[in-house]
């Protein structure tokens, strides 16, 4: 739980995540707004457009009572410009301001994805990230029809849920036979298959999503992460679904195994660009800079995963980036650099349908995938083979 939100109730707390979430989802949107009612734009970071801002989103995303949210605002502002956010909360009620349909992209990833991916690209991320996203559930094993009647299935073990409930209270959330995982989050775990029996490196673990994943395949899991903290949410999911892993805490840029694995699974630290829908927060503070440092990161990384992967073993290689420079240019450079090692295509029948590889047999989950069934996140998955020795 963030600081900021302790000792508040539970409807109180999950009230004030949406609020935040709304504005940094429809900040440039709501700005546009602001600086379209006063005579001079209020500077970025005074208290004022802050106040604004979260009194805006409350009313016209959360659709809030108009008394409300100005009786909570206004004392935010008190011996400042009380006046000027008044005139501008009561102004947008009378006129009945309204915000797009999609709420646009901060220019600098708007331009950075443009160049990447092309428009459609952005017009579909605007779209996708305009409302938070449904829940998708991983299950250690198929459920019955019967279960989950509203739930629609994507993949094997897979079921989507509509987005507003709160899942400790979903059934079977104690039992733990199933965890919260976005669709694409599960691909690179799905791309390992069945362990039976075999041995895998589960690389940046914590909190454990693909650790389940693997556990509940039949892998053997080493799971390595060098966060104590998120480690402990790793060991608490693993004990609420009953799946075991050996646990280690480890800085793989210095740790090593003894042994080589039959497989690795390295979900490397990255931008997170991908996973703006559930953390617009991210479109904001990403730089260049930082997609450049965690891109060396990631090629240092690789490189090391890659020495723990037997011969003719499979390292897959996954960031949850919209980014190329933390995808397909990650794979580019390893293999100019690793004489003998392959891509092994994803197949067909890997995927869930709406998600195909690419010629390469790459996997890039883009937003206008599945748009219409409620998307699913920006990740990048390759499957590499090393050589047979
Ligand atoms: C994308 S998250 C992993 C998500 C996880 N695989 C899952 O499916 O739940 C990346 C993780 O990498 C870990 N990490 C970052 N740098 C690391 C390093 N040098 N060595 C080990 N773990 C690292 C972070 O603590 C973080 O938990």
Not at 220 to 248: C, F, H, P, Q, Y
Not at 294 to 303: D, G, Y
């Amino acid at each position: 739980m963030h600081a900021a939100t302790q000792g508040l109730t539970a409807t109180d707390r999950a009230f004030a995540v949406a609020i935040v979430s709304e504005t940094l989802r429809w900040m440039v949107d709501l700005d546009a707004l602001i600086d379209g009612a006063t005579a001079q734009i209020l500077p970025d970071d005074v208290k004022s457009r802050a106040v604004l801002r979260i009194a805006l989103a409350q009313l016209l995303v959360l659709k809030s009572p108009g008394h409300a949210v100005v009786s909570t605002a206004l004392p935010l502002v008190d011996g400042g410009p009380r006046r000027l956010v008044h005139a501008i909360l009561s102004r947008a009620q009378q006129e009945e301001w309204q915000l797009p349909d999609r709420a646009t992209l901060p220019l600098p990833t708007a331009e950075r994805w443009a160049e990447q991916w092309g428009l459609p690209m952005v017009e579909a991320a605007e779209a996708a990230w305009s409302a938070p996203p449904p829940i998708d559930l991983s299950f250690a094993a198929e459920p019955g029809t019967e279960e989950w009647p509203d739930a629609v299935s994507l993949a094997p073990r897979h079921r989507r849920l509509p987005r507003g409930q709160a899942v400790e209270t979903m059934p079977g959330y104690r039992e733990g036979g199933w965890w919260v995982q976005d669709l694409a989050a599960s691909l690179p775990a799905r791309l390992l298959g069945a362990g039976e029996g075999r041995t895998v490196l589960d690389l940046c673990a914590a909190p454990g999503g693909k650790t389940m994943q693997l556990a509940a395949a039949g892998w053997n899991v080493v799971a390595v992460d060098s966060s104590a903290k998120r480690l402990e949410r790793l060991r608490a999911n693993m004990e609420r679904t009953g799946l075991s892993a050996d646990i280690v805490q480890g800085d793989i840029r210095s740790w090593a195994p003894e042994d080589q694995a039959d497989a690795v699974l390295l979900d490397a630290p990255c931008s997170a660009t991908g996973i703006f829908r559930r953390h617009p927060d991210v479109l904001h503070r990403i730089e260049p800079r930082q997609i450049a440092e965690m891109a060396e990161l990631q090629t240092e990384l690789l490189s090391r995963a890659a020495r723990w992967v037997k011969p003719g073993g499979t390292l897959i290689y996954a960031t949850c980036s919209l980014e190329q420079a933390e995808g397909e240019d990650q794979v580019s450079t390893f293999l100019d650099r690793h004489a003998g090692w392959s891509i092994d295509p994803a197949r067909a029948d890997e995927l869930p349908e709406a998600v195909v590889a690419d010629d390469k047999g790459l996997i890039r989950t883009l937003p206008a995938m599945l748009a219409d069934a409620g998307g699913l996140d920006g990740f990048f998955v390759a499957r590499l083979r090393a050589p047979s020795g």
